[in-house]
């Protein structure tokens, strides 16, 4: 059995054929020592068949459960890696930057931003109020905390799987993960760095935010953080 180092999780729902591209683009691009884990809700997810039949070399892991958060604290657990990145399913993640990720936490990071909001970064797709609030929920919450990242929300990220470990996750809500493992770092001093990525909007199937979920939880982070409550 191959000893892994490294861990790339993505979380998946319903993405279908399709989703057998995207994926075969991040294997393309990362190393031999890392591997590849897709997190799916049930085997009669649409995507489970298509994985299943391809000559991809990604394990499968079912989680009983629903939500993006469930999915990736699922596959952080059957994970094998000491460190991990976390990327979506949907082709929006730029997969050439996974190890340049992974390498910063390598190197000493707990957490490692892909950007859209940095210098060199870019939000492609239609500017909706998922870009408002990605963007903007990051300037005002480093309006007065330095988080060492201009984009907290962005799910593209790489962990230190102590970090992971030691701070535990609590979100129920996929897409506000992120910003608390930002919170819990920067309350715990834990070191966070970015880069600048090209975020592009996916080009086929439906989003699965969801605005009245997203705006409580990030309003609890937020207040988490304001009040330093570890």
């Known amino acids: ?31 031999e020592d890392t591997e590849v884990i897709v997190i799916l809700d049930s085997k009669e997810d649409s995507t489970f068949e298509f994985i299943k039949n391809s000559d991809t070399k990604a394990r499968i892991e079912i989680n009983n459960s629903q939500g993006v958060a469930s ?5 952080i657990k059957v994970s094998n890696g000491k460190y991990i ?63 060492n990242t201009k984009d907290p929300t962005n799910m593209f990220k790489a962990y230190s799987k102590d970090f992971l470990e030691h701070v535990g996750i609590e979100s129920d809500n996929g897409f506000t993960l992120g910003l608390e493992m930002i919170v819990k770092a920067k309350l715990n001093s834990y070191k966070i760095g970015e880069i600048p990525t090209i975020w592009i909007d996916r080009s086929f199937g439906e989003s699965k935010f969801k605005f009245k979920k ?15 409550k570890k």
Not at 71 to 75: V, Y
Not at 107 to 129: C, D, E, M, P, T
């Open 85 to 147: 990145c976390i990327a979506m399913g949907d082709g929006s993640d730029d997969p050439t930057q996974v190890e340049e990720l992974l390498m910063l936490v390598e190197r000493g990071l707990s957490i490692a931003v892909a950007s859209r909001y940095s210098r060199g970064g870019q939000f492609i797709g239609n500017k909706n109020l998922k870009y408002l609030l990605s963007k903007y929920s990051g300037k005002f919450l480093n309006l007065f905390f330095s988080l």
């Open 214 to 228: 997203f705006l409580p939880s990030y309003i609890y982070w937020a207040g988490r953080l304001i009040t330093r």
């Open 71 to 75: 999915a990736i604290n699922h596959g």
């Open 1 to 31: 059995m191959q000893n892994f180092n490294k861990s790339l999780v993505i979380p998946c729902k319903e993405e279908g054929e399709n989703f057998i591209t995207i994926l075969k683009r991040f294997e393309e691009n990362i190393k």
